[in-house]
């Protein structure tokens, strides 16, 4: 005899059971992120990712690394034509012309966060709060009003010195060009001085980095964020004096050029082995020049980037990159990109990759977290980057240039440092050919994608 | 031993000049070799060849440190570097991937080889000449140089940006294995086919029952070549597979090796470059003998 | 420029008369029909200056076009022109006089299979695959290189020969034609006269002369034009670079194969040691050279020192390139050293011995004999070198220098243009004067030397 009551409860369990079911048998929503970097920040990122999709179940963060950013750029061009693109891509500031304009057929690539966000104060119960980033992030990224992309490693340039050979010489950290013309003076007579006195990568950012300490725009049109930029200003008064204190370093054997444009390694190299005493550099990397430094056996101190003592200083720009959202999204895809996004930029894990990166606190509320735990006390060098930004005077020089073709003009004005470096090009032709390239790769951008 | 001993029955000659007058002149002859000063040159050749891999195996033991300061000893950093190389950098991912490549197109690119070569040398048919220039001008044009464009066909038209196909097809054919098949067949006398067609077989089971095992040496040879290629081939791979993904080569993997964890590591890059060699370098010590054989035939003759 | 539609026709008219002439000559010494040579030959010619110009739109004779853009036009209608007209000969020859080139062997009919089904079938993989990954990218290069083409937007405008003529630069042009004419006719003129039987002392002295003018000329062309473009930078870098490896690889090569291919002990070891490099690949090459001339903790400066010297700066314009040319002889060597090994074991000892009774000594032999006799096999080195240095250097340079201090090659220009600067249409036009390139010195190669190989007594 069945009992009626064991029979209903089986039947209500199977019913239970089946209610159940399909929302286990809801598919995850996959959100891919890709990214330049493939060694220990990829690490970093990966764990996130980790975290995230535990805490959020019914999203699953894949997150791919590659090489760099040009090769990263090239193959989101090419996913987003093959409708295989990622939902968030990590984009360098230089290319946020690119990634503006990019476009299949008309339709763009990306959309601007604040646009996806909309009115939205929290989603999946992480608040949305666009104003906490700290201003120099926010006016780079903010275009036509409005947030594009979402901030996330940024960097500003800045010196780091081998205080051991300093306290040798008995002198100061220099601040202007001056200063560091002097300071090496008395660096490169010490019994025990370097091999030479203090280096840089070839890079067009430190370029651009100096014509902004100078107040001197790179593009026209309010360095692009006016309109769109059509002419560069690379022969300008101010890059030629930069340069021209470049090549006087040189000349006087106290700046060394390893040879290879954007240098990072083998500049970087060299400091650690003691071959120079200073070293201009991205913020980036504080915490591992720190630790390498003390490896090898003296205190590395970090200091503002110097500057002209003639135009006085007005900023210095962030460099980094930024996570662009993707067009044309799923809806529970695009959630899912924007609650990572929220979550990825939070405070505790904004501090956790400054702390472990170098890169600076991209919002208020990481850098007073970081405050509270005292973390600038046990490593003052970690906030030099975050204080030369903050008393960069915001101008359209040092807000940042937005224009097209920007990789390709970094390239000539590398090729042209190092025709002049090496080559002993004249300093003004060389400049001049540069820009002249520089204009025409940009009007054939423009006519490409106006 | 045999070496020694053909050495001296070919100096036997010299051997009773010289009995008569000093035995001491005897033994210092049959003790350095004949031809001393070609040792001399090949032991330095020899080194100066040698010398790079020796010093990057020796790297690969050691870390950064004693790497700037040259100390010659081993370190004792292998196993840091192994497990930076092969867990952190996902290099044992690579290899497995690189493995199946090279040995999918090399049986592809053998494969379709022999057919070419089968159909231009046993049969005659109209435009046969034509086709032949049509295989022959791809030798003019390397893929290096369609770099540009076979990346969007293949990314864009076929979609198959990322995948193992796009990495693998488009090496599948080879003009020179076509050539050096070809040449191989035209040497074999046809009184073999004439025999295999008085025996009732089709082109196919000539290929396989008669053809394929005399041409061993040749297939020997083009294997080596071919897996050689393919696995250093470094610009398509760096073009077509995205750097972090999981199928990715070995070759594009070495380039996240260039920094591991902030500066440039010597230990781990080196390393790399040390495991990433050694497949193709045995590949190549083995089949060395088919490979000289397979080129010798066509040198000869 | 007056109209457009009749100066299109003008310019094809004239090739195909003059097609047409040639051929007239051509088929009265071959005692057959002019009026089918002049056909064949008005044909060809015609078709030879379409051949660029109908995708072209002939667009380079624009009235709105600079004059330069004309004379590139032209230059592609000669080109056309010439391989058109030679095809058309090679199949004249075969067909009317029943010659056939060297390259295709006579087959007896013997031992053939029946059907012609079966090799279409046998011959199908790979020539779909041919044709889709070689000849399709091949065609789409030439339409990208007429493009104003970027990674990043779909949007591709017309630009006719640009990307080329940018190339050139166009403000030094009369001066750069004029020496590319001067030497292009004297190359073509020495080509022409190889072997004569009876080599008169005039006949040397004109081609010394002229191989001397041409030396002369194209040092001044360098140095006008190494001043001036970024372009023609690169393609030096690629000559001097190609060169150097070409010569070191085959000396360095031929001296150890002499020393290794006679009967000695061990010698199948000696041989495994110096070949096993073949198998290396070029990136990791470039890897560990990188590593051993790094200027703060490369090991050569280390050594150089421990002799007493100073060190060098192995970034700088001349030692960043003697890296590379390092690093490409030592991966090439292995594959010359094989095949010279073998090489010299097939010389026939008793020319040799013949020569030693005549009173040679061992220099005069090798000089006279076994070089002469190795001659197939340097040219088929010659080739394999040139083509390893034009192409697969690109790994080497990627780690070892990235392209800076004068180790811009071409082939990673295109990479850099393309990829780097995302700019299509420059880099496929680059990727088209390489192809220009590679085919005119094989051609050289083969008209030069290929005449003088002595395959064996």
């Known amino acids: 005899m069945i009992n009626r009551k064991r029979f209903l409860s089986v039947v209500i369990a199977l019913l239970v059971f089946l209610a159940v079911i399909p929302s286990f048998a809801q598919g995850v929503t996959e959100v891919k992120v890709w990214i330049a970097f493939t060694d220990y920040r990829l690490d970093w990122a990966r764990e996130r990712a980790t975290e995230f999709n535990a805490l959020y179940p019914q999203y699953n963060v894949v997150i791919e690394g590659y090489d760099n950013y040009e090769v990263l750029f090239s193959a989101t061009n090419l996913a987003f034509e093959q409708g295989t693109n990622p939902a968030i891509v990590q984009y360098f500031e230089a290319a946020t012309q690119d990634a503006r304009d990019a476009n299949f057929d008309g339709v763009p690539h990306f959309k601007p966060i604040s646009e996806a966000f909309g009115d939205r104060t929290e989603i999946n119960g992480l608040a949305v709060d666009l104003n906490n980033f700290v201003e120099p992030v926010a006016n780079y990224y903010t275009l036509d009003g409005s947030f594009t992309s979402m901030p996330w490693n940024t960097s500003s340039a800045i010196m780091f010195s081998n205080q051991a050979i300093f306290d040798a010489a008995g002198i100061e950290i220099p601040t202007t060009w001056e200063e560091v013309e002097a300071a090496c003076a008395v660096i490169m007579a010490l019994e025990s001085a370097p091999a030479n006195c203090i280096t840089w990568p070839n890079h067009g950012w430190f370029f651009e980095q100096a014509l902004a300490q100078q107040g001197a725009d790179f593009v026209n049109n309010g360095n692009g964020r006016e309109a769109r930029a059509t002419e560069t200003f690379i022969a300008s008064d101010a890059a030629v004096s930069y340069v021209n204190w470049w090549k006087n370093l040189q000349d006087m054997g106290y700046y060394v050029y390893t040879g290879v444009q954007r240098d990072w390694g083998g500049t970087y190299n060299t400091f650690i082995a003691q ?48 996570l662009w959202l993707a067009n044309g999204l799923a809806t529970e895809v695009e959630d899912g990109a924007l609650t990572f996004l929220l979550f990825f930029t939070n405070a505790q894990n904004d501090a956790s990759w400054h702390q472990v990166t170098g890169y600076v606190p991209v919002t208020n509320a990481g850098l007073e977290l970081l405050q509270a735990e005292g973390w600038y006390d046990e490593s003052p060098n970690s906030l030099v980057a975050s204080e030369q930004l903050a008393n960069s005077e915001q101008t359209s020089a040092t807000t940042g240039a937005i224009v097209g073709a920007f990789p390709q003009i970094r390239n000539f004005v590398t090729q042209a440092i190092e025709n002049i470096l090496v080559n002993g090009a004249d300093i003004s032709e060389a400049l001049t050919e540069a820009q002249t390239l520089s204009n025409e790769a940009l009007s054939e951008y423009n006519l490409l994608n106006d | 031993m045999t070496h020694f001993s053909h ?138 140089l369609l770099i540009i464009a076979l990346f969007r066909f293949v990314s864009i038209q076929l979609d198959w940006g990322g995948t193992f196909q796009a990495l693998a097809l488009p090496f599948m054919a080879s003009a020179t294995g076509t050539f050096l098949f070809r040449q191989h067949f035209a040497n074999i006398p046809s009184e073999l086919s004439e025999a295999s067609q008085m025996d009732g077989a089709n082109p196919l089971q000539f290929l396989f029952r008669v053809l394929i095992p005399i041409s061993w040496n040749t297939i020997g040879a083009l294997a080596v070549i071919q897996f050689v290629y393919v696995w250093n081939m470094y610009l398509w791979p760096l073009l077509i597979a995205p750097g972090g993904a999981d199928n990715q080569v070995v070759q594009v993997g070495l380039r996240s090796l260039l920094s591991v964890d902030t500066s440039i590591s010597y230990g781990p890059l080196m390393l790399g470059a040390v495991i990433a060699s050694l497949p193709p370098v045995i590949v190549f010590i083995l089949l060395q003998k088919q490979f000289m054989s397979g080129f010798a035939i066509t040198r000869d003759k | 420029m007056i109209s457009t539609e009749s100066t299109n026709i003008i310019i094809t008219l004239i090739p195909a008369i003059i097609g047409a002439i040639y051929f007239i000559a051509l088929f009265m010494r071959l005692n057959r029909s002019p009026i089918i040579g002049a056909i064949i030959g008005a044909g060809a010619g015609g078709i030879g200056a379409m051949v660029f110009m109908v995708p072209l739109g002939y667009c380079t004779f624009e009235p709105e076009r600079k004059p330069i853009d004309a004379y590139f036009g032209i230059f592609l209608i000669t080109i056309g022109v010439f391989v058109m007209l030679g095809i058309a000969r090679s199949a004249s020859n075969f067909l009317f006089a029943g010659r056939s080139g060297s390259l295709i062997a006579h087959q007896s009919s013997a031992g053939t299979f029946k059907g012609w089904l079966m090799p279409w079938l046998l011959l199908s993989p790979t020539l779909i695959i041919l044709a889709l990954f070689l000849y399709y990218p091949a065609m789409d290069t030439f339409r990208l290189s007429t493009l104003l083409a970027r990674l990043g937007t779909s949007r591709t405008i017309f630009v006719c020969v640009d990307n ?144 007493g010297g100073d060190g060098f700066d192995w970034k700088d314009t001349t030692m960043a390139p003697l890296t590379i040319i390092l690093a490409s002889v030592w991966k090439a060597l292995g594959f010359s050293i094989l095949f010279y090994i073998a090489g010299l074991q097939n010389v026939p000892k008793d020319l040799l011995e013949a020569a030693a009774i005549d009173g040679a000594n061992v220099w005069q032999r090798f000089v006279r004999i076994t070089i002469p006799m190795l001659s197939p096999i340097t040219f088929f080195l010659i080739i394999t070198n040139i083509s390893y240095a034009f192409f697969d250097i690109f790994g080497t340079i990627d780690f070892l220098t990235g392209g800076s201090g004068g180790t811009n090659v071409m082939i990673y220009e295109i990479y850099n243009l393309g990829i780097r600067n995302n700019d299509l249409g420059k880099s496929a036009a680059q990727s088209l004067v390489l192809f220009m390139l590679v085919v005119g010195i094989t051609y050289l190669q083969f008209r030069t030397t290929g005449r003088r190989v002595s395959y064996g007594a």
């Open chain 1, 275 to 322: 071959d120079v005493a200073m070293l201009v550099y991205s913020s980036s990397d504080t915490t591992a020049l720190t630790n390498d430094g003390a490896d090898a056996g003296f205190t590395v101190t970090a200091s503002y980037m110097p500057y002209n003592q003639e135009t006085g200083y007005v900023g210095n720009l962030i460099g980094g990159a930024s």
């Open chain 2, 7 to 144: 050495e001296i029955i070919q100096d036997s000659s010299d051997m009773n000049r010289v009995m008569t007058s000093d035995t001491t002149k005897s033994l210092i002859r049959r003790l350095i070799p004949q031809r001393w000063y070609a040792h001399v040159v090949l032991w330095i050749a020899c080194f100066f060849i040698g010398f790079p891999l020796f010093y990057a195996m020796l790297v690969s033991t050691q870390n950064n440190a004693q790497t700037i300061n040259f100390q010659v000893i081993p370190g004792e950093s292998l196993e840091r570097n192994w497990q930076s190389v092969m867990v952190d950098r996902n290099l044992g991912r690579y290899m497995v991937n690189s493995v199946i490549l090279a040995v999918i197109v090399t049986v592809g690119k053998t494969v379709l080889s022999l057919l070419s070569g089968l159909a231009f040398v046993y049969f005659r048919f109209p435009g046969k000449w034509v086709v032949f220039g049509f295989v022959l001008i791809t030798v003019m044009m390397p893929t290096e």
């Open chain 3, 164 to 307: 080329f003529t940018r190339l050139l630069q166009p403000e030094n042009f009369t001066l750069q034609t004029v020496l590319f004419f001067i030497i292009a006719i004297q190359l073509f003129i020495a080509s022409q006269n190889t072997l004569k039987d009876k080599d008169s002392v005039w006949a040397q002295f004109f081609r010394l002369s002229l191989i001397l003018s041409n030396l002369f000329f194209f040092f001044f062309v360098v140095l006008a034009l190494l001043l001036n473009s970024s372009y023609y930078r690169v393609v030096i870098t690629t000559f001097s670079l190609s060169t150097a490896i070409v010569i070191f690889s085959l000396i360095i090569s031929l001296g150890i194969a002499y020393m290794a291919y006679q009967p000695i002990r061990g010698g199948n070891i000696y041989r495994t040691l110096l070949i096993w490099p073949y198998a290396i690949s070029p990136p990791v090459a470039g890897i560990i050279f990188f590593i051993i001339f790094n200027n703060t903790g490369g090991v050569a400066n280390h050594i150089i020192r421990f002799l």
